[in-house]
């Protein structure tokens, strides 16, 4: 007979690994699957840094869910002794009446966040490689700036290990059922059965999910950390801040401080890249990063900090799992109750993975939670 378990963690990312993390420590018998490594570059928790803020120019929705993401953060910062959140700032960039700065700026005003409206002369006399066309406006954000991705996930799998759960690696799953009011999870190495199913499986839930038929896209997302020509000192934490900018294409070119020495280079990207490159299945994705990519790469963020065109220390491949409306699905089964899921991030979700896993948590004991996640519920598709 398979054992029983109170709860099956299906992927142990960001979210997956926080949820572990929040069921074992409230006394649950947890048994986490997944099918990498840990931490793993296959899927979308990796990358060294990510960025967080709470001026958050995709909806206010979301703010109440970043004031408890941070608190929960620090939680996991006082229990393990370790640091996971850099708050150097973030300035939020583009024209008048952009998506970005409109939407953050109503983000700050909604919930009373502490911020700055700045013109294109004060931002470069504050943030000196940083040259916004003329007539560019900001937000700054002293709240916002990163967090480690690799380390937060590990401390989170370290801490639920501690806390009782049992968490098993390089074992694929093949499928899962339900069983009565629980559930049946059978592997490439055996079955197992639980009260509550959790699933965080990144870019693999469409597949996981193949009976809900998600509207989820796999999109390729490429970092690029480049070396600059005029030293590192001006891209260190207590002298840079994340930023995004919003350019007069609608690109969504960023960027985050340097964290890895002088030779460590800038973490740069797009927020959904120009010409999105999208696959039905996570495994269709293209690792490797060409030369024409790097270059376009390096040419557009040149125009706004050009002493950024330097050589290419490395590059890194990662990958949206994408909703139509860009938004987070966190819901239980529609037609299985006892199984909750969390998917569908968007390229934005990292920063919410504390949460995220309470959230799951809650829904695992009781199907219910205190959070509001009536924008986020699949109902809407």
């Not at 840990?38 to 967080?52: A, C, F, K, L």
């Not at 950024?308 to 799992?321: E, F």
């Not at 409306?325 to 969390?342: E, G, M, N």
Request: hydrophobic letters at 40%.
């Amino acid at each position: 007979m398979p054992e029983k378990l109170d709860v099956i963690v299906l992927g142990l990312g960001g979210m997956g690994s926080a949820a572990a993390c929040q069921l074992a420590a409230r006394g649950h018998r947890v048994l986490g699957l997944e099918q990498f490594t840990s931490p793993h570059d296959r899927g979308s928790s990796h990358g060294q840094t990510r960025v967080i803020r709470q001026a958050y120019f995709e909806s206010p929705t979301y703010v109440p869910l970043l004031f408890r993401a941070y608190e929960l953060w620090r939680d996991l910062e006082h229990a393990t002794k370790q640091k996971f959140l850099n708050l150097c700032g973030g300035l939020m960039m583009g024209a008048p009446g952009s998506a970005v700065v409109e939407g953050s700026t109503r983000s700050a005003v909604q919930h009373g966040l502490p911020h700055e409206l700045l013109d294109a002369k004060e931002i470069q006399r504050r943030f000196p490689p940083i040259h916004p066309p003329a007539g560019t406006v900001g937000l700054f954000e002293r709240n916002a700036g990163f967090i480690l991705p690799e380390a937060s996930v590990k401390a989170h799998l370290d801490r639920a290990r501690q806390l009782g759960a049992r968490l098993q690696f390089e074992e694929n799953v093949l499928g899962w059922e339900a069983v009565g009011d629980g559930v049946r999870v059978r592997t490439a190495r055996g079955e197992y059965e639980a009260q509550r199913l959790v699933i965080t499986a990144g870019a693999w839930t469409g597949e996981v999910l193949s009976d809900l038929r998600l509207p989820l896209e796999v999109e390729r997302a490429v970092l690029y950390w480049f070396e600059p020509t005029e030293g590192i000192g001006p891209f260190l934490p207590g002298r840079f801040p994340i930023f995004i900018a919003e350019d007069k294409d609608g690109l969504l070119p960023y960027g985050i401080p340097a964290v890895d020495g002088p030779a460590g280079g800038v973490k740069v990207s797009f927020y959904h890249a120009p010409n999105p490159v999208t696959a039905d299945s996570p495994v269709a994705i293209q690792r490797a990063v060409t030369n024409e990519e790097a270059k376009v790469m390096r040419e557009h963020i040149a125009r706004l900090l050009p002493s950024l065109g330097g050589r290419l220390v490395r590059s890194v491949t990662c990958m949206y799992t994408n909703t139509p409306d860009k938004h987070f699905i966190i819901d239980l089964h529609p037609a299985h109750p006892q199984v909750s899921i969390a998917a569908g991030f968007s390229g934005h979700g990292y920063k919410f993975c504390s949460v995220v896993g309470e959230i799951l948590a809650d829904l695992a004991e009781s199907g219910r939670t205190r959070h509001d996640l009536s924008p986020f519920r699949l109902a809407r598709f």
